[in-house]
């Protein structure tokens, strides 16, 4: 699995092909095993014809199930992404409503916390990026927090828990969004979509052979159309690979925020 999504990392559009081609090779050795059925003995086109329909079915729900799968694992990520930066906002508003030197202090660093979390959602995967962003939002937290309690051992009025609070829930966040990027699509439902859909194209190829039916230019696009979802699914459920990733446009919405109410 590691492999494959390093050459998916590589190429989308390679890993593409490859499965194509893949798929098409299944066919191919699918037809000629018709066929030989086919030349050896009349075969029964009609019983392999409701097999080969039950196939398909499987793999229409499997692939209906893996891009449901993949779009709710979307989903979670760019909501994990709208609440952190509700959150820091939240958080910063109350640092300057605190109205303490280190309140400002505070607002300060979740100035550069909301630029590091940007750099987090657009960090490669695995890269040096990546873990230098976990460790500066780690270290961004510490001294956030210590200004935090240095407050709170000076104060104890509601403003003060209501800003521990909001920094509570803005480091809780930072937590959601991480696991959120690291849940991984499972191999076993990869690996499921894989075979079932080249098991597809064999039965599909075995059924055109046996009644001498050549109709290759619709396959191909059939087996276009097949590949083009899995690589879809694959792009969904991984969150550092392909093109459609999370967006940061919530980050710059949030430090444009910060402007507006020095």
């Known amino acids: 699995m590691e492999l494959i999504a390093q050459l998916a990392d590589w190429s989308l559009l390679v890993f593409a092909l490859l499965l194509f081609v893949v798929e098409v090779i299944a066919y191919v050795t699918g037809y000629r095993l018709?066929?030989?059925?086919?030349?050896?003995?009349?075969?029964?086109a009609e019983g392999v014809g409701f097999i080969v329909g039950g196939i398909l079915g499987l793999l229409a729900f499997v692939l209906a199930l893996t891009l449901s799968y993949a779009n709710t694992r979307f989903a979670e990520r760019r909501h994990a992404t709208l609440e952190e930066a509700n959150a820091i906002g939240t958080a910063w508003l109350r640092a300057q409503a605190i109205d303490h030197p280190r309140g400002h202090e505070i607002a300060k660093r979740l100035e550069e916390y909301t630029r590091e979390r940007k750099r987090f959602q657009q960090a490669h995967r695995q890269?040096?990026?990546?873990?230098?962003?976990?460790?500066?939002?780690?270290?961004?937290?510490?001294?956030?927090?210590?200004?935090?309690?240095?407050?709170?051992?000076?104060?104890?009025?509601?403003?003060?828990?209501?800003?521990?609070?909001a920094l509570n829930?803005?480091?809780d966040m930072s937590t959601a969004q991480r696991f959120a990027h690291e849940a991984k699509y499972p191999p076993q439902m990869f690996w499921l979509l894989i075979g079932l859909a080249l098991i597809s194209v064999s039965a599909l190829g075995?059924?055109?052979?046996?009644?001498?039916?050549?109709?290759?230019?619709?396959?191909?696009?059939?087996?276009a159309v097949w590949t083009a979802v899995i690589?879809?699914?694959?792009?969904?459920?991984?969150?550092?690979?392909?093109?459609i990733r999370t967006g940061t446009a919530v980050y710059d919405w949030t430090l444009e925020g910060f402007k507006v109410n020095p």
């Open 206 to 223: 075995y059924q055109l052979g046996l009644k001498g039916q050549k109709t290759h230019l619709l396959v191909g696009i059939l087996i």
């Open 169 to 171: 829930d803005t480091f």
């Open 34 to 44: 018709g066929q030989r059925q086919r030349a050896n003995s009349s075969g029964d």
């Open 127 to 165: 890269s040096a990026e990546l873990e230098e962003s976990n460790k500066r939002t780690s270290n961004l937290q510490a001294e956030i927090w210590e200004d935090m309690a240095a407050i709170s051992r000076e104060r104890t009025d509601p403003i003060v828990a209501a800003l521990m609070q």
């Open 231 to 243: 690589v879809v699914i694959l792009d969904i459920s991984a969150p550092r690979i392909g093109s």
